[in-house]
C-alpha cells in the first residue's frame, strides 16, 4: 500500500527527517554526484545516474576507531549518530540490507544501523546497469520508505515502522495506493543467470577468462572501493608519542592486494592476480550465494564505470555461460 506525494512536499519530508537525523543524500559535484551531508533540500539531487561511492562509506567509513587507549586504560568506541540517505536508489537501499546479513552481529556497524533511515527514490537505469540480473531491483524492507515516480509527483511505500511513522504526515495524500510489487522494470544491456555463473565457477576454476581478465587488470582496487557489497577490512593498532595512549582502528582493505592474503611466515594463498581477481567473483557469486542465497553484487555497474582497464564484469561472467 502507498499514498502519493506531491513533489514540491518532499521539501516538508525531507525537513521532518532533518530534525531526528544527519541526512546524506546525493548531490551533484561538478560532472559527478557524490553522497554527502545535506541541510537545505535545494541541493539534493533527486534524478541522477549513479554516486561514486556508495553509502558503504558511511557506514563501514574508510578508517574507524574501534578502542582507544587513554592513561592505560581501553576504551570501546561505539559510535552514536542518527544517519538518514535521503534519494537512495533501490540497488543501493539492497547493498545496504545485504551488508545486514554479513554485520548482523558486529556492534559497531549496528549501533549506526539501528538508528538509521533509508529513504529509497526511483532511478532510470544506465547502461551499466544490471540490477534486474542480481536481483536487487526489487524493494524489500531495507528500504524504511521509498518513493516510486509517479509521472511528475511520486508514490511513497512504507516498509518499516521508521517509514511509517513519516508516510502518516498531511503531507502524503490520504488516497492509497495497492501495488503488490514495488520494483525497477527495464531491458538490461545483458541478463545474466547468477546462479548458473556461480555453479560454473568452482565447476570450470581454470576457465582462460582468469588468466585473459587478470593480464588487463591493474589491481588498483578501484572496483572493490567503489563496490557497495565489498566489506574486507583490516585491523590496525596506532600508537601516539603520549606514553599510554593510542587506538585501534578498522580500515578498508581489498582483496585484490598482493599483501591481502600475506599470512604469518610470508606465505601467501593468492600470489598471482589471477587467482585474487577469481576470488572477489567466486565470494560474490558462489560462497555468497550458497551462505545468504543472494550474491555479493547489485548490478549497480560503478566496477564497470570506475574501472580504467574497462573491463566489464557482465562480459567476465557471460564467458562463464551464465548470459
Known amino acids: 500500500m502507498g499514498k502519493r506525494i506531491k513533489k514540491e512536499n518532499l521539501k516538508r519530508l525531507f525537513d521532518d527527517i532533518s530534525k531526528e537525523y544527519k541526512v546524506i543524500a546525493?548531490?551533484?559535484?561538478?560532472?559527478d554526484y557524490v553522497l554527502e551531508e545535506v541541510k537545505d533540500f535545494s541541493e539534493v539531487a533527486l534524478d541522477y545516474?549513479?554516486?561514486?561511492?556508495?553509502?558503504?562509506k558511511f557506514i563501514l567509513p574508510y578508517k574507524e576507531p574501534i578502542f582507544a587507549l587513554d592513561g592505560g586504560e581501553f576504551k570501546e568506541l561505539i559510535p552514536d549518530e542518527k544517519i538518514a540517505f535521503f534519494a537512495l536508489h533501490m540497488c543501493d537501499a539492497n547493498a545496504i540490507g545485504r551488508l545486514d546479513l554479513v554485520f548482523w552481529?558486529?556492534?559497531?556497524?549496528q549501533a549506526r544501523r539501528?538508528?538509521?533511515?533509508?529513504v529509497g527514490i526511483s532511478c532510470k537505469p544506465i547502461e551499466t546497469c544490471f540490477c534486474k540480473s542480481t536481483g536487487a531491483n526489487v524493494l524489500t524492507n531495507a528500504c524504511d520508505l521509498f518513493l516510486k515516480a509517479d509521472g511528475e509527483n511520486y508514490i511513497g511505500f512504507s516498509m518499516t515502522e521508521k517509514g511509517r511513522k513519516f508516510l502518516s504526515q498531511l503531507y502524503f495524500g490520504p488516497e492509497t495506493v495497492d501495488v503488490r510489487e514495488v520494483k525497477i522494470d527495464y531491458d538490461e544491456k545483458m541478463h545474466l543467470d547468477?546462479?548458473?555463473?556461480?555453479?560454473?565457477?568452482?565447476?570450470?576454476y581454470n576457465n582462460p577468462v582468469w588468466e585473459q581478465t587478470a593480464k588487463r587488470c591493474l589491481a588498483c582496487t578501484n572496483c572493490t572501493l567503489v563496490c557497495p557489497l565489498c566489506y574486507c577490512f583490516d585491523v590496525i593498532d596506532e600508537t601516539f608519542i603520549v606514553p599510554n595512549e593510542g587506538q585501534r582502528v578498522r580500515c578498508w582493505d581489498s582483496c585484490l592486494l598482493l599483501s591481502f592474503a600475506r599470512v604469518a611466515g610470508g606465505h601467501n594463498f593468492r600470489k598471482d592476480l589471477k587467482a585474487r581477481y577469481r576470488n572477489i567473483y567466486t565470494h560474490k557469486f558462489k560462497t555468497f550465494v550458497d551462505e545468504f542465497g543472494v550474491p555479493s553484487c547489485v548490478g549497480c555497474g560503478r566496477c564497470i564505470t570506475f574501472c580504467p582497464a574497462d573491463i566489464d564484469m557482465r562480459e567476465t561472467l557471460s564467458k562463464l555461460g551464465g548470459a
Open 26 to 31: 546525493p548531490v551533484k559535484r561538478g560532472e
Open 49 to 56: 545516474p549513479t554516486t561514486i561511492l556508495p553509502a558503504k
Open 105 to 109: 552481529n558486529d556492534p559497531y556497524y
Open 114 to 118: 539501528e538508528k538509521m533511515l533509508i
Open 194 to 204: 547468477i546462479y548458473t555463473i556461480g555453479r560454473r565457477i568452482l565447476e570450470d
